[in-house]
Structure formats: C-alpha cells, structure tokens
C-alpha cells in the first residue's frame, strides 16, 4: 500500500494498530488533542508512522532528524505547518465504525482493546503481521463484521441514522434557545 502523506521529509503509512501501540508505548501526545505537542514529540511520531519496525525508534537522532529539531524550534510557523499535515493525516484515517450505546453494562476487560482487536483478526485466519500492519480502520471493522458473524450484539449507526441524530440535536438546541428560562419554583 502506498504511503498516505508526506510530512517533514517522512512518508507516513496508512494509521495501523502497530503504529498506535508504537505511539501509546512512549505515551506521545500526538494521539491526544489536548496535550500540547514539541518538535520532538512530531519526529518521533513522524519517525514511528513511517515504518512498520518498531525497533526503528530506538535508534539515536540522525543529523537530519538533528537539524529539524532545531529548525522546527526556531521557526514555529513551519512546525505548525507540519503539525497541521500531521492533523490531516490523522483525519484521513479517521474510518471508524460508530456504534449505538448500549444500556446494558458490559464487564470491564483488563485486556486492551487493540489485543482484542488483534486476537480476533488471527482467530480468523488473518497472520499476526497482517492484524497488527493493516489500516486501523479496515481493522476494527472487520474484526466487528467477524464478531457479529459470530453473534454478537453489535449496532452501527447508519450515515442516515446519524443525520437523523445531528438533526434532532439542532432542533433541540434552537428550541431551548427560543424556550424562556424558567426558574425551578421553590416547595411551600
């Protein structure tokens, strides 16, 4: 599969499971939008998007690697720039599946979800490296098409059925917007 995006000189592959424990393993911000992110935290991310050998990371900064660091230091606008490819990259793989919530409390599973995901794919016949390097997406969706297969009580939401939800989450906004406020009335 052909790399998705360039970033800073790094052809990224497509987002797998690989690359999320890669990121989650050196706790990188990259995965969260509310921790701020460094020139570092970038190449590093960068650095482990761009390979499906983890062991790639652990090798010591090129002089390459070396000057963008400093470059990325001094002039912020261009690393803004490369964070905002790096958003994008992001928003591209962004294919999950959404599910209906269901009221029904499941036990909690001191398993992550990525193993699972991981352990259903090879349960059906899919090689270890193949679960772990496929687009993240196609994984997940395909580990929840084996497991309703199998049974289980899974409800995506349809493009329509979550329009029809945008929608009705509109009209109640504008209809508390022309609602008056009313004060609670206190008991006698």
Not at 19 to 33: C, D, M, Q, W
Not at 47 to 57: A, P, V
Not at 144 to 150: L, R, S, Y
Request: aromatic residues 10%.
């Amino acid at each position: 599969m052909p790399p998705t995006i360039k970033v800073a000189g790094y052809k990224l592959l497509p987002f797998c499971i690989r690359h999320r424990v890669g990121l989650t393993a050196v706790k990188s911000p990259v995965l969260s939008i509310e921790k701020e992110i460094t020139p570092n935290d970038l190449l590093l991310a960068l650095r482990i998007l761009s390979t499906h050998n983890l062991n790639d990371i652990r090798k010591p900064w090129t002089l390459r690697e070396q000057f963008l660091l400093g470059y990325y230091n001094f002039h912020k606008i261009n690393f803004i720039k490369a964070v905002s490819k790096l958003v994008t990259y992001f928003d591209a793989q962004s294919l999950w599946p959404k599910f209906w919530e269901s009221d029904k409390k499941s036990k909690a599973s001191c398993i992550p979800w990525e193993l699972t995901v991981i352990a259903g794919l090879t349960r059906n016949g899919i090689s270890l490296e193949e679960a772990y390097t496929m687009p993240e997406a196609d994984a997940v969706w395909l580990y929840f098409a084996h497991m309703k297969a199998e049974g289980a009580e899974i409800h995506i939401i349809t493009d329509e059925e979550e329009k029809a939800m945008k929608e009705y989450e509109e009209y109640k906004r504008k209809l508390n917007e022309i609602a008056p406020k009313q004060k609670p009335s206190k008991p006698l």
